[in-house]
Nanobody
Framework: VQLQASGGGLVQAGGSLRLSCAAS????????VAWFRQAPGMDRKFVAG????????YSTDSVKDRFTISSDNARNTVYLQMNSLRPEDTAVYFC???????????????????WGQGTLVTVSS
């Protein structure tokens, strides 16, 4: 499956963005999809994910309180709605998918075989 991430941009602190991850094939019940982000000079880290049964996992309580991951199966698209953005949310955001991902390894980069190209989110203070 091929993934296309979009929706990044420049936003002021406190603002919102919605990222989209469009898949070339149906993902519901076939692939788990997750968002990762890589801040400048930092390692890429898990943000949020949806497993094949539709369960959602978030990396931290702070992310869970501000971000929402959702899917539109008719459009083969997974979204990451990001509200109350902070400068520390600045990063390149990647979406990834895997057919053998389960809840326990949804946050693992190596579990995801397919990756989108990344979309840059910049939050100004």
């Amino acid at each position: 499956v091929q993934l296309q991430a979009s929706g990044g941009g420049l936003v002021q602190a406190g603002g919102s963005l919605r990222l989209s991850c469009a898949a070339s094939a149906r993902t519901d019940r076939r692939y788990a999809v997750a968002w990762f982000r890589q801040a400048p000079g930092m390692d890429r880290k898990f943000v949020a994910g949806i497993n094949r049964s539709g369960g959602r996992i978030y990396s931290t309580d702070s992310v869970k309180d501000r971000f929402t991951i959702s899917s539109d199966n008719a459009r083969n698209t997974v979204y990451l709605q990001m509200n109350s953005l902070r400068p520390e949310d600045t990063a390149v955001y990647f979406c990834a998918a895997g057919s053998s991902v389960i809840s326990s390894n949804l946050a693992s980069q190596s579990a995801h075989a397919f990756w989108g190209q990344g979309t840059l989110v910049t939050v100004s203070s």
